[in-house]
């Protein structure tokens, strides 16, 4: 029996059909390494990591790798879109309506209950994005002070 090692980003995106950059390299290991990324928080680590890159190229590159299911784009209301690293488990997010942290939680109960719809209308839904509002520790501390 032999142990699968895992792979590199690099085998990553050339599974996923998309061709191997140094930008898609720092593109990938940055929005995995970072939680809940802005597109301007994004360019500027991978800025540090190898020099300069376009803003224009962060967002192609970040479209692509959504696209490819590699990276998970978030849009909550009101708010730039956010980049993610975990992808495919149907998870959700809470968002602070004051300061805009944003927090990962799972399906409340079992087998991804929120995947039943009241009324499909003849959908066949295969991925449910819920968020939920309200205010962050911090804040609702803030608040009540």
Same mark, same amino acid.
């Given at each position: 029996?032999?142990?699968?090692?895992? /792979?590199?980003?690099?085998?990553?995106?050339?599974?996923?059909? %998309?061709?191997?950059?140094? &930008? !898609?390299?720092? @593109? =990938?290991?940055?929005?995995?390494?970072?939680?809940? %990324?802005?597109?301007?928080?994004?360019?500027?680590?991978? !800025?540090?990591?190898?020099?300069?890159?376009? @803003?224009?190229?962060?967002?192609?590159? =970040? *479209?692509? $790798? /959504?696209? &490819?299911? $590699?990276?998970?784009?978030?849009? #909550? &209301?009101?708010?730039?879109? $956010?980049?993610?690293? !975990?992808?495919?488990? *149907?998870?959700?997010? =809470?968002?602070?309506?004051?300061?805009?942290?944003?927090?990962?939680?799972?399906?409340?109960?079992?087998?991804?209950?929120? @995947?039943? &719809? /009241?009324?499909?209308?003849?959908?066949?839904?295969?991925?449910?994005?819920?968020?939920?509002?309200? %205010?962050? #520790?911090?804040?609702?501390? /803030?608040?009540?002070?």
């Amino acid at each position: 029996m032999t142990a699968s090692r895992p /792979s590199t980003t690099a085998e990553e995106l050339r599974g996923a059909g %998309l061709r191997v950059t140094a &930008a !898609r390299v720092a @593109l =990938l290991d940055t929005v995995r390494q970072g939680g809940h %990324l802005d597109v301007e928080t994004v360019a500027a680590e991978v !800025r540090r990591r190898i020099g300069h890159v376009s @803003l224009q190229a962060v967002y192609e590159g =970040l *479209n692509a $790798l /959504s696209a &490819a299911g $590699l990276v998970r784009r978030i849009a #909550p &209301a009101g708010g730039a879109a $956010l980049y993610e690293g !975990r992808v495919g488990d *149907n998870h959700h997010h =809470l968002v602070c309506r004051s300061c805009g942290v944003v927090a990962d939680v799972d399906c409340a109960v079992g087998e991804a209950p929120c @995947l039943t &719809a /009241s009324d499909g209308h003849g959908f066949e839904v295969d991925e449910a994005e819920v968020v939920y509002w309200g %205010l962050c #520790p911090g804040c609702s501390t /803030s608040r009540s002070a």
